[in-house]
């Protein structure tokens, strides 16, 4: 099968990319700077913005699937980019969808985010939604919606360096991060064999906020600390940063929110976050960085 995998540079995409190409598969990839894609050993690199129709044309022809995990980086970090998630994610997926189904590809599978009622209204959760609808209005469409990803979290192993960790009201919120891996094991599945059209994906433990950022304090050695932020505070600073970096007062709303409330989906991971921050912690050490 040949397949386009947008997102392909991002912490999943990677993942994807690696596991499509163990079953076979020939893998085209996008990006805008085609050095990012260069280590991926994809058999195609096409570089272009998707928020630009004009830069995507033709991307998908001869193609049988797209995996799309196409997104405005959710690091809390203002260099990752200044647009919010609905002038990002929507625009660039949806000019994907749409040269996509030109194309006549027979699926697409997009990267959504689990959500609950609650959040379903904050500016990261409706651009993912907005896409994940035109996705499912058309045949052969797919979405997956993964709790957070546990390269997401690897920022609190610098945080419970540093210490005190933050956290946003009383840290007793729950919810199962998943290993990307994991994840693109079912991206794999799901792109290659189809599936079912809609899947929410959590990992395998259930793990309290507090108990997520004590696990970081263990790995890196550091005495459990944390330092609880009121929600009013966080909520104030996403409204100030508004018109100055959109993206980081979504970023900031989010994760406040989402702090607040459980986020359990269906386990289907394997792999545990104490693992992951182990790994990554080595990965950091071997590097040459601190964590
Ligand atoms: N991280 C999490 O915990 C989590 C949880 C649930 C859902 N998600 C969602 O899952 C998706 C993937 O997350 P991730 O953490 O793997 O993302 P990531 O590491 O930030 O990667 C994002 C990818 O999107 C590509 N991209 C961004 N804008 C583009 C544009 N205009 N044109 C073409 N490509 C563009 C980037 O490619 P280039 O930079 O190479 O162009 C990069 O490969 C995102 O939509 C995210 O919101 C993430």
């Given at each position: 099968m040949k397949v386009l995998v947008a997102g392909a540079t991002g912490m999943l995409g990677r993942e994807v990319v690696k596991g499509l190409m163990a079953e076979g598969a020939e893998v085209r990839v996008l990006t805008r700077d085609a050095e990012r894609a260069a280590g991926l050993g994809a058999?195609?690199?096409?570089?272009?913005?998707?928020?630009?129709?004009?830069?995507?044309?033709g991307i998908c022809d001869g193609v049988d699937a797209v995996f799309s995990c196409l997104g405005a980086s959710v690091a809390l970090r203002p260099s990752a980019g200044w647009r919010g998630y609905g002038a990002?994610?929507?625009?660039?997926n949806l000019n994907l969808l749409d040269v996509a189904r030109r194309a006549g590809v027979g699926r697409f599978v997009y990267v959504s985010a689990?959500?609950?009622?609650?959040?379903?209204?904050?500016?990261?959760?409706?651009?993912?939604?907005e896409v994940a609808r035109a996705v499912l209005a058309g045949e052969g469409g797919h979405v997956l919606r993964p709790t957070a990803f546990f390269s997401a979290l690897t920022p609190y192993l610098d945080m419970a360096?540093?210490?005190?960790?933050?956290?946003?009201?009383?840290?007793?919120?729950?919810?199962?991060?998943i290993d990307d891996r994991d994840l693109a094991a079912v991206a794999v599945a799901t792109t290659l064999r189809g599936g079912p059209r809609e899947q929410s994906l959590g990992g395998a433990e259930v793990?309290?906020?507090?108990?997520?950022?004590?696990?970081?304090?263990?790995?890196?050695?550091?005495?459990?600390?944390?330092?609880?932020?009121a929600p009013w505070i966080a909520r104030a600073g996403a409204t100030m940063l508004r018109p100055l970096h959109p993206r980081m007062s979504q970023l900031v709303r989010f994760a406040t929110e989402v702090s607040l409330r459980d986020l359990v989906a269906p386990q289907v991971g394997t792999r545990t976050l104490r693992d992951g921050f182990e790994e990554a912690a080595r990965r950091r050490q071997a590097d040459g960085r601190t964590a």
């Open positions: 058999a195609e690199i096409r570089v272009g913005d998707a928020r630009k129709r004009t830069r995507i044309e990002v994610d929507v625009p660039a689990f959500v609950v009622p609650e959040t379903i209204g904050l500016a990261y959760f409706a651009a993912h939604e360096r540093r210490g005190p960790v933050p956290i946003f009201g009383d840290g007793r919120a729950r919810s199962n991060p793990l309290s906020r507090e108990e997520i950022a004590g696990l970081a304090c263990d790995v890196v050695g550091r005495p459990r600390r944390f330092r609880r932020v």
